[in-house]
């Protein structure tokens, strides 16, 4: 009796202990490159933090997180009226250079390694550059194991 006691309360508190943990919140990672991109590799990498894009038609969502690793990027994601696509626009703080990024995330049902089009300015403001933007998995975020 004492044993089967013993052996209910571990399993409890091994529930207990996994019902305790953080879900963790959705996040949507872009990585911004090309030949003519003014971003590329870790520069070009965004991790919005508790984002997904929006489900419904018309509907935006407000987009924060990090960029190239350690600065901040702040934007909006809006679905078109029409449900074809998504359009994301941020603006971004690298390394105390500031930087724009947009991409027309399209279809607007697209998972990771699905690529798409966009374009960047990082530095300068002059003309955008033209960029491939993946939706990539969020594990390959630089700076982390």
Same mark, same amino acid.
Request: hydrophobic share 40%; proline share 5%; with cysteine.
């Given at each position: 009796m004492k044993r $089967?006691?013993?052996v209910l309360a571990a399993g409890l508190a091994g529930s207990l $202990? #996994? $019902?305790?943990l953080p879900a963790r919140a959705a996040e949507l990672c872009l990585q911004f490159d090309g030949a003519?991109? #003014?971003?590329?590799? +870790?520069?070009?990498f965004f991790?919005?933090?508790? #984002?997904?894009? *929006?489900?419904? *038609?018309?509907? $935006?969502?407000?987009?924060?997180?990090? #960029?190239?690793? /350690?600065?901040?990027?702040t934007g909006t994601a809006v679905r078109n009226a +029409? +449900?074809?696509?998504?359009?994301?626009a941020a603006t971004f703080v690298c390394d105390a250079t500031p930087g724009l990024v947009s991409a027309a995330i399209a279809p607007a049902t697209t998972g990771i390694g699905s690529a798409h089009t966009g374009d960047a300015s990082f530095g300068t403001? +002059?003309? *955008?550059?033209?960029? /491939?933007?993946t939706i990539v998995d969020c594990a390959g975020e630089p700076g982390t194991p």
């Open positions: $089967a006691r013993l $202990a #996994a $019902a305790s003519s991109c #003014a971003l590329s590799g +870790d520069t070009g991790r919005f933090l508790g #984002a997904k894009l *929006p489900k419904s *038609p018309k509907k $935006a969502v407000a987009l924060h997180g990090r #960029a190239c690793g /350690t600065g901040v990027v +029409d +449900d074809t696509l998504v359009n994301v403001f +002059d003309l *955008p550059t033209s960029c /491939t933007v």
